[in-house]
């Protein structure tokens, strides 16, 4: 049927359905429903073993903060005393009560799967050694690095001193012994802690005297071999091993704060002596130490865990990247230059010659860093505006803006200090933007600022260009590597202007101003996706075909789940590509069945958002900084982008179409909340990131094989 072009602008029709809480998953439960997918990836036995391990930290890394962010949140509500029902009817108490619950046999199964990774890695002579194991020149040479490096570094402390509390940092590993001694016949008993600074290497090396093998003592291992060295001819009990998560949920006042970044600083500093949220303590502690470790960390609501294993899988990180085992890592997928830029081009001339859509990381994020590093040294260049979320810890982005303020250009870059878990880093790179000459804004007051856009101004043949980079994620060229986003690149003169709009409203308190092609959240944002889901529920309704697929991190936003749930229920089909949080209940008889919902989990982590609308056969195509969470679409500054290229909505099309045919690691979910892998009865199975990898690498190699001289053909 033809198009009859429903004005998206329309007022909506009113809702046909009446949605109870039957019909939202419970945002916690969903998330970790989403670890427990990475965790899946630990228990598969056809990946390298490396590879398995690092998806262990992964999921360590993941539970860490959520507890500190979700579960600290959470613990809040119940001290208060507060009975308010999410959108799936459950109480705060019950949230935290069910949370602990799934995260107990949660953490069992993590140590259950490292338990068989234990012995693997021993095969391929990746060993952890105990006491036991030592031999006596492994034991010499331990001491000598224990007196170097471990025995200045450390400070016991006294638990009856009032700053014992104050020694126990949230995700540090820490020992607690009983020291007892005494002269004349006297007797004294105290109990001491030793933190382990996250500063020291968690892993020591040991030699191996065969060669071959890579063999080390835990951090904690190495302190409890010699740490009578602490207390001379004094007895010291075995120390228990433990470890704190201390609630983050703590925000700047930014309203009303007078120096935000000496606020942050107080922020910071207020998130050290926080309540704890979880209390982690190694099997074998003492009923004594346990007792102690309970009160010093004031447990009466914090969550005690028995760890059967070693605290703190985060540490696997560095074992799944130790050198000389290649073999046991999952073979590299290059990521080749986009062939819409010639080698050695003005990055300046290769956007004007058409806008360039990119595939991180199939494509290197090195464009990127062109147009900021190129801006910098360009004599044309008057200007650079950009907002930083999370930076790499040395970041060229942020080396090439100093550069930039010190060759005189004006640059101004909003550098977001409510980066949860970043906010020191931003501090510190925000000081030294600061020195360079380089305008500094510390966001926006009562909201995160989490749009990706870079505005490059330049000025040529007497006229001024604005060139832009849009993306999903961050400025960071290291994450660029292991995450999945979009860029675009453009010098649309349209979208110049709305950039320098939006850098007007979010640096310079001016009043918001309607965008020609952009959309910003909280202004706008989420009227505009709404307006795009009701056009195709008003097309179905008009018997046309309707469609919409879309791409994103998390889906929790009630009113977003509604319009869903009432397109489905017009007959629009909707595909949902939804990486972790995921409230939407798909399959449900006159609700959602024309929704279908996939998860992928695999070598890296999908972060790019796409939303494609179907629009009567002329697709509306989307790439945003926003998933469609409350939080981005009312309480963050977000960005919403339009793809106007014709080869780049067919790109982005096809994106979302291989993913959601991915039959490998593509998990479905079920109106019962639970996620399955496809039943896969077809030969060849389909894995979406291998695929755009391999496309990308043939792209590349097409374009280096391209002839100089084109042979026509010719009929015989």
């Known amino acids: 049927m033809t198009s009859s072009s429903p004005n998206p602008e329309a007022p909506p029709a009113e809702p046909q ?11 916690e439960l969903s998330w970790l429903a989403f670890n427990s997918r990475v965790l899946d990836e630990v228990a598969r036995v056809d990946l390298p073993v490396l590879e398995r ?3 262990l930290a992964i999921t360590a890394s993941n539970l860490d903060e959520f507890f500190m962010v979700r579960i600290g949140g959470l613990q809040l509500l119940r001290e208060q005393g507060l009975r308010v029902r999410d959108n799936a009817g459950l109480t705060p108490t019950q949230q935290w009560e069910q949370v602990q619950q799934q995260a107990a046999a949660f953490v069992a199964r993590q140590y259950a799967i490292l338990q068989q990774l234990v012995p693997l890695m021993k095969e391929q002579g990746i060993r952890r050694l105990l006491s036991a194991d030592l031999s006596p020149a492994q034991r010499t040479l331990l001491r000598e690095y224990f007196d170097e490096h471990i025995f200045p570094v450390l400070s016991p402390v006294v638990v009856d001193d009032t700053g014992a509390r104050a020694a126990i940092p949230a995700l540090n590993i820490i020992l607690l012994c009983t020291v007892t001694g005494g002269e004349s016949g006297h007797t004294e008993k105290r109990h001491v802690l030793l933190p382990l600074p996250a500063n020291l290497p968690r892993h020591v090396l040991v030699p191996d005297p065969d060669g071959g093998q890579f063999l080390y003592v835990n951090l904690e291992d190495v302190v409890a071999i010699f740490i009578g060295e602490f207390f001379p001819a004094e007895k010291v009990s075995a120390p228990a091993r433990f470890r704190v998560s201390r609630n983050t ?28 949220i979880r209390i982690e303590i190694e099997t074998g502690a003492s009923r004594e130490h346990t007792r102690i470790i309970r009160d010093l960390c004031g447990a009466r609501t914090a969550q005690i865990y028995d760890i059967p294993g070693e605290l703190d899988l985060r540490a696997y990180f560095q074992i799944a990247g ?160 292991l995450y999945t986003d979009i860029s675009l690149l453009t010098c649309r003169a349209d979208f110049g202007t709305d950039a320098s709009a939006f850098f007007n409203t979010v640096t310079g308190r001016s009043r918001f101003v309607h965008f020609n092609k952009l959309s ?154 639970t996620w399955h892998l496809p039943n896969v009865t077809a030969a060849k199975t389909i894995r979406s990131q291998e695929q755009f990898a391999r496309e990308m690498i043939k792209r590349a190699r097409q374009a280096n094989e391209s002839p100089d001289v084109l042979v026509p053909h010719t009929p015989k």
């Open 520 to 673: 910003m959240a909280p202004y706008g944002l989420r009227e505009r996706l709404l307006s795009m889901i009701r056009s195709e529920t008003a097309r179905a309704r008009q018997g046309e075909a309707a469609e919409i697929m879309l791409k994103m991190n998390a889906l929790e936003d009630r009113q977003m789940i509604a319009a869903l749930y009432e397109a489905s229920h017009a007959g629009v089909k909707i595909r949902l590509n939804v990486r972790g949080i995921c409230c939407l209940r798909p399959g449900i008889k006159g609700i959602s069945e024309n929704i279908s919902v996939v998860s992928i989990i695999d070598r890296y982590l999908e972060h790019a958002r796409i939303f494609w609308f179907r629009q009567g056969g002329k697709p509306a195509v989307f790439i945003a900084s926003a998933d469609f969470m409350n939080r981005n679409l009312s309480k963050r500054v977000e960005l919403l982008t339009p793809v106007e290229d014709r080869e780049a909505r067919k790109r982005l099309q096809h994106i979302l179409e291989v993913h959601f045919a991915d039959t490998a690691r593509g998990r479905v979910l079920k109106a019962d909340g």
């Open 17 to 27: 359905l009446r949605l109870t809480e039957e019909h939202f998953i419970n945002r």
């Open 249 to 276: 949920d703590i925000t700047v006042d930014d309203e009303s704060a007078f120096d935000l970044a000496s606020e942050m600083e107080e922020v910071l500093e207020q998130r050290l002596k926080s309540p704890a």
């Open 53 to 55: 391990v690092k998806f």
């Open 322 to 481: 130790i050198s000389g085992f290649e073999e046991l890592k999952v073979d590299p997928w290059d990521s080749p230059p986009s062939t819409s830029i010639t080698p050695g081009e003005s990055i300046f001339d290769a956007i004007k010659r058409g806008d360039i859509l990119l595939h991180h990381p199939y494509e290197s994020f090195d464009p990127i860093l062109a147009l900021v590093e190129e801006a910098a040294a360009d004599p044309n260049v008057i200007a650079i505006k950009q907002i930083l979320y999370r930076t790499a810890k040395n970041s060229r982005i942020i080396s090439a803006l100093i550069r930039a303020a010190q060759a005189g250009k004006h640059v101004t870059v909003l550098v977001e200090l409510k980066a949860r878990f970043d906010e020191a880093r931003n501090l510190e790179r925000a000081n030294d933007l600061i020195n360079a000459g380089a305008q500094i804004i510390y966001g926006v007051a009562g909201l995160k600022t989490h749009a990706k856009v870079c505005l490059v101004m330049r000025r040529e043949s007497g006229h001024m260009t604005r060139y832009m980079h849009f993306g999903t994620g961050n400025y960071n060229e290291a994450t660029s590597k």
